[in-house]
């Protein structure tokens, strides 16, 4: 079995669009987007209709929620979801409205965003100290919840890793198609960072009885992800798109 494995892709079209012409050189069973799809001003809308020509298995991310579910008041607050509130349109925010939390594919391989009890949770990394530490064998044992599955793929923290666990499970972030670098103040003051603006997905094979990762990294014009996020005036885009550092 060899899966294609997408994560957190943030409405960068042009990104998306290289890592999918990137995927024609494999032969892939399955391809699959864990979240974290729209949410971004660089092209929502244009993101939507690119993977609706592909047959990608998608799950939800925190920030897909978070386009349908706010509130006025944090529309008002939030240009950037103005934006893509009147970029999408109806239609996509049903899809997103429609897609499963996670996605058990077989007894092997299961799918998450964050953890299989939150989108909201690293699974992989600590970010107590406002950069990412990672996180014990038993931390990570127990924030799986029960999860027994052989390969478990998550996104969410934009940090392509993979993570051997005692309990002989393989874990792997793919990292980000469409964003290289942000600073959330959740759980607590952070940043996350490549170092690099090249977008990430990850191929994972079952080789006998062993999975194989390969993270991959294809370049692509970010000059065009920036001069939208320019217009849209989010010059922390500009810099995280370009540099793939935190501010």
């Known amino acids: 079995m060899k899966i294609a494995v997408l994560s957190d892709i943030h409405s960068n079209v042009f990104a998306l669009d290289a890592v999918i012409k990137d995927l024609t050189k494999h032969s892939v069973d399955l391809k699959a987007n864990l979240g974290d799809i729209l949410y971004g001003p660089v092209a929502p ?3 939507y209709e690119l993977l ?6 998608t799950i939800s991310g925190n920030q897909d929620r978070q386009i349908y579910q706010s509130t006025e008041e944090e529309i008002e607050l939030n240009p950037t979801m103005q934006f893509i509130l009147n970029d999408l349109g109806s239609k996509p925010l049903a899809w997103m ?3 499963p939390f996670d996605k058990q ?3 092997d391989v299961y799918f998450c965003h964050g953890t299989p009890k939150s989108d909201l949770i690293y699974l992989l990394e600590d970010v107590s100290k406002g950069y990412a530490l990672l996180r014990s064998d038993s931390e990570i044992i127990d924030l799986l919840a029960g999860q027994k599955s052989k390969l ?14 005692s309990t002989g499970q393989l874990i792997v972030n793919p990292g980000s198609v469409g964003l290289q670098a942000y600073t959330d103040e959740e759980p607590v003051l952070h940043s996350m960072e490549n170092f690099n603006h090249h977008a990430s997905y990850s191929i994972v094979e079952k080789i006998d009885s062993e999975w194989i990762v390969q993270n991959i990294k294809v370049p692509y014009d970010y ?4 001069n939208e996020s ?3 005036n989010r010059e922390d885009w500009v810099h995280f798109l370009s540099t793939g550092r935190r501010i």
Do not use: W, Y
């Open 97 to 99: 409205k429609s897609l």
């Open 152 to 165: 478990v793929c998550c996104g969410h923290t934009h940090t392509p890793r993979s993570v051997s666990l």
């Open 52 to 57: 609706m020509e592909h047959d990608f298995i």
């Open 223 to 226: 000059q065009r992800a920036v």
């Open 45 to 47: 809308k244009f993101t």
């Open 105 to 107: 594919v077989n007894e």
């Open 230 to 232: 320019k217009k849209r």
